[in-house]
């Protein structure tokens, strides 16, 4: 699920004719591009100048979104839901108009299931935030060291923040900015979400129509291809998860990837 989206330096102000605006440009693309020897073109990156980075994001490490029906689970203690201090940063959600923070149905529904432990399912852990934060930082050592395209605490005038309206999506958010900025803000942090039925950040089957028509029937008919339906149902009895007809890959995957990064945080790597 896609949940965040970051817009940095957006709007600029604009007091050009559209054809003067468009020969400018053209003559600014014809400076940067020169001719290699081998006849390629070559950008000089002197005469470039950087206008706008878009970050779009997933959560952290979080739970399960449902437990498997087996005798024993894996317990969910909420000790893995400490925050490390230095993800700590104050924030504020609205909806797109900057009203109200809207209802969010789906976690209503993740509070309905309480893991083994005393976790409610699909809850951002220690190691989510951590993942976050190391990203933030990540992105500060690219846009604010090596380029210093932001200033090096938070500005509500530079970075426009949206989310989807889940929490562990909202505090994702909270872990990277807190790793961006380093904690340090010269404004609110406000972060824009919008309702569940009109959300288009994450594929919405229950209020798309199109959405909901293209994509019906395609998970019955991958499990009539030849071989899955054998295949899961001995996954499934070497788990000792005889008669579960709504455990299929997907719940087992997501199962899976949820114990893995329980403890553990995930190193992130890049240039």
């Known amino acids: 699920m ?15 004719l559209t054809s003067l605006a468009y020969c400018l440009h053209q003559r600014r ?65 609205t909806n797109l108009a900057g009203g109200p923070k809207p209802y969010s149905p789906y976690d209503s529904l ?18 989510g935030m951590q993942q976050m934060f190391a990203l933030g930082e990540r992105l500060r050592k690219n846009y604010v060291e090596k380029i210093p395209f932001l200033s090096p ?49 994450y594929p919405n089957y229950q209020n798309c129509w199109s959405l909901r028509q293209k994509t019906r029937g395609r998970k019955r008919t991958a499990y009539l291809q030849p071989g899955i339906s054998e295949d899961l149902k001995k996954v499934k009895e070497g788990m000792g998860i005889d008669n579960a007809d709504h455990v299929d890959f997907l719940m087992l995957l997501d199962n899976m990837v949820a114990e893995q990064k329980k403890t553990v945080p995930c190193r992130l790597h890049g240039s």
């Not at 878009?54 to 317990?75: D, I, N």
């Not at 309480?114 to 699909?122: D, R, V």
């Not at 889940?166 to 790793?179: F, H, P, Q």
């Open 153 to 201: 605490t938070f500005n509500p005038q530079e970075v426009f923040v949206r989310s989807t309206n889940i929490y562990r999506n909202l505090e994702s958010t909270r872990c990277l900015l807190a790793g961006l900025f380093q904690c340090q803000k010269e404004g609110p942090i406000i972060i824009h979400t919008d309702e569940a039925s009109s959300e288009v950040l």
């Open 2 to 16: 896609i949940t965040r989206v970051f817009s940095m330096r957006v709007w600029t102000p604009v007091g050009v």
């Open 110 to 127: 993740y509070h309905g299931t309480t893991l083994k432990g005393g976790m409610f399912a699909g809850q951002l852990t220690k190691v």
């Open 29 to 93: 693309v014809t400076l940067a591009e020169l001719r290699g020897a081998d006849g390629q073109r070559l950008v000089d990156r002197s005469l470039l100048e950087l206008k706008m980075v878009q970050v779009v994001f997933r959560h952290g490490a979080r739970s399960p979104l449902k437990p498997l029906p087996q005798e024993e689970q894996v317990e969910w203690n909420p000790q893995l839901l400490e925050v490390p201090p230095q993800t700590q940063i104050d924030y504020t959600v």
